[in-house]
């Protein structure tokens, strides 16, 4: 496995590859890899082949956190993410600084950002109001860095999954968006870099969004008369106000493709929420 630091380094082997005509996939994190991140490189291989070129990227995207967020403290595990890289598979690691991903050109900063306007409005958009943006931007980039043929995400952050493909397509970006599926803990709660904040006392509760998404699940399963969501909030809401140190941000329910809230809901939508213990945030999200 390669790695490589420099934005230059990683476009001119990106383009030699393609020039001989491999495909790319490209896996972007923020490291502090888990496993939810090696079913990523999984789907990656599984994507471009065994003669195909999978390229992790490790990068804390300082543009997608808000002054308040947790930046400085952001988990780092540099040596263990490389051997998770290596075992799987990954052919080469793109490690770049911040000055690759955001220079100065001619003593003038970074000042180009892209944004997507709709799908960025609810739910996380709503909580975290500069986050989507810092997220196309930097995908934009590393888009452009790797060239890849497929750029693979998680399910976990569906929100952003639904984002990049509407990125990926209004700009005509050359490259097929793969989503693949939430890797779960044995008690349901979605991994996470940020699981590492729990406490001791607060991670046995910590699968309380899982909880909520089955417990939505199964009310939109069993009713033949449709559900209305400020119902199942109400009922969602109490079972996390009965959590001990979890604090409710949001819960909506919501069409897949456009991102709508919906008051009345059907089968085919999806429950996205979000729930603070104490400074750690956890999201999750699941279809009906
Ligand atoms: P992050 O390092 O948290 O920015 O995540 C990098 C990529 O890994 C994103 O596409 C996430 O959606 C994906 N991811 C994070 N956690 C999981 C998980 N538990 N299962 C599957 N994919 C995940």
């Given at each position: 496995m390669?790695?490589l630091?420099?934005?230059?380094s990683?476009q001119?082997?990106?383009l ?14 923020m490291?502090s ?7 990523l490189i ?5 994507a ?5 070129q ?7 995207n ?5 002054p308040t ?18 075992r ?10 911040l000055d690759e ?7 003038v ?13 609810s ?5 975290r109001?500069?986050h989507?943006r810092g ?7 590393l888009?452009?860095?790797v060239?890849?043929?497929?750029a ?7 929100q ?5 493909r ?13 989503v693949?599926?939430t ?7 979605a991994?996470s870099s ?8 607060q991670r046995p509760?910590?699968n ?6 089955n417990t ?15 119902m199942?909030?109400?009922k969602l ?10 604090e ?6 919501f069409n897949?493709?456009?991102l709508?809230?919906?008051?009345r ?7 996205a929420?979000?729930?603070r ?9 699941g279809k009906?």
């Amino acid at each position: 496995m390669r790695t490589l630091a420099r934005a230059a380094s990683m476009q001119s082997q990106a383009l030699s590859w393609r020039r001989s005509g491999h495909k790319i996939a490209l896996v972007p994190t923020m490291g502090s890899l888990h496993a939810g991140h090696a079913s990523l490189i999984t789907r990656a291989r599984k994507a471009v082949g065994p003669k195909g070129q999978v390229v992790v990227s490790i990068f804390i995207n300082p543009t997608q956190f808000s002054p308040t967020e947790d930046l400085a403290s952001y988990p780092r595990s540099e040596r263990s993410d490389i051997t998770l890289c290596k075992r799987r598979g990954a052919n080469a690691l793109f490690l770049p600084r911040l000055d690759e991903i955001y220079p100065d050109t001619n003593n003038v900063p970074f000042s180009t950002y892209v944004t997507e306007e709709r799908l960025s409005q609810s739910m996380e958009g709503q909580s975290r109001p500069i986050h989507f943006r810092g997220v196309a931007t930097v995908v934009s980039i590393l888009l452009n860095i790797v060239q890849p043929t497929h750029a693979v995400f998680g399910e976990k952050d569906f929100q952003q999954a639904t984002i990049v493909r509407k990125l990926i397509r209004d700009l005509k970006f050359p490259t097929r968006l793969v989503v693949s599926p939430t890797i779960r803990e044995p008690d349901g709660l979605a991994m996470s870099s940020r699981n590492t904040y729990l406490t001791r006392r607060q991670r046995p509760h910590a699968n309380i969004l899982w909880r909520c998404i089955n417990t939505a699940r199964k009310a939109v399963r069993s009713r033949t008369t449709a559900l209305t969501a400020p119902m199942l909030k109400r009922k969602l809401t109490r079972m996390i106000e009965s959590t001990p140190e979890a604090e409710l941000d949001y819960i909506e329910f919501f069409n897949p493709n456009t991102l709508i809230p919906l008051r009345r809901i059907q089968r085919s939508d999806r429950i996205a929420l979000a729930v603070r213990f104490g400074k750690t945030r956890l999201i999750d999200n699941g279809k009906l």
